[in-house]
């Protein structure tokens, strides 16, 4: 069961908007169980559960839509997470909008992003076979980006296109090795396209 807040607000200056924000959850596991049928492919069997657990999260955001010229746009933004499972992270996104025209877009974008350690992966199951691995850090991506868009009025702006490359980092990939006994960060990977 998950609960929480979230509020934002949207403040317009001479030039532009800046977005603040915050929000907070609880993560409330109440019941779990794991039925395989390994043993003779034919009756089910249910495994240990995990045990009943809370954990909260919480975070503040802020963001910049600046306007440096007519047709160019700075956008730009902070997040800083905090879970009571790992601690801090501290994410920034940063991106150069030009717009020449109309309908065509051009954006050069560098953001931050983690995915935060599942509970199932940190907490013991003997019914899977591993143990408590609390000392997980989240994974993390540094993603750059190169975009161009075009719509197209001759089609009365229902036909556009858009090209992007990219180039991913990530970075304390979370796995279980062969042999291991616990999840742990350990993998890199970049990608691109």
């Known amino acids: 069961m998950r609960t929480g807040i979230e509020y934002s607000a949207a403040i317009d200056h001479k030039n532009g908007t800046v977005i603040v924000g915050f929000q907070t959850e609880a993560f409330r596991l109440l019941d779990s169980k794991i039925e395989t049928s390994f043993d003779d492919n034919t009756t089910l069997k249910t495994k240990q559960e995990l045990p009943e657990d809370t954990e909260w999260l919480g975070a503040v955001y802020v963001q910049e839509k600046y306007n440096l010229l007519q047709n160019l746009i700075l956008n730009g933004g ?32 560098y953001a931050r992003a983690f995915q935060a350690p599942t509970y199932f992966y940190r907490k ?31 089609f009365n702006d229902i036909g556009w296109a858009r090209i992007t490359f990219f180039y991913n980092h990530l970075t304390d990939l979370i796995s279980k090795p062969a042999g291991a006994s616990t999840y742990m960060n350990f993998e890199k990977m970049t990608t691109e396209g």
């Open 78 to 109: 902070l997040r800083l997470d905090h879970y009571e499972a790992f601690g801090n992270s501290l994410n920034p996104r940063i991106a150069l909008i030009y717009n020449p025209f109309a309908k065509f877009y051009a954006k050069a974008v």
């Open 124 to 154: 013991e199951n003997q019914g899977l076979g591993y143990g408590a691995a609390a000392e997980l850090e989240p994974e993390k991506m540094d993603t750059y980006q190169l975009s161009f868009e075009n719509w197209f009025p001759q």
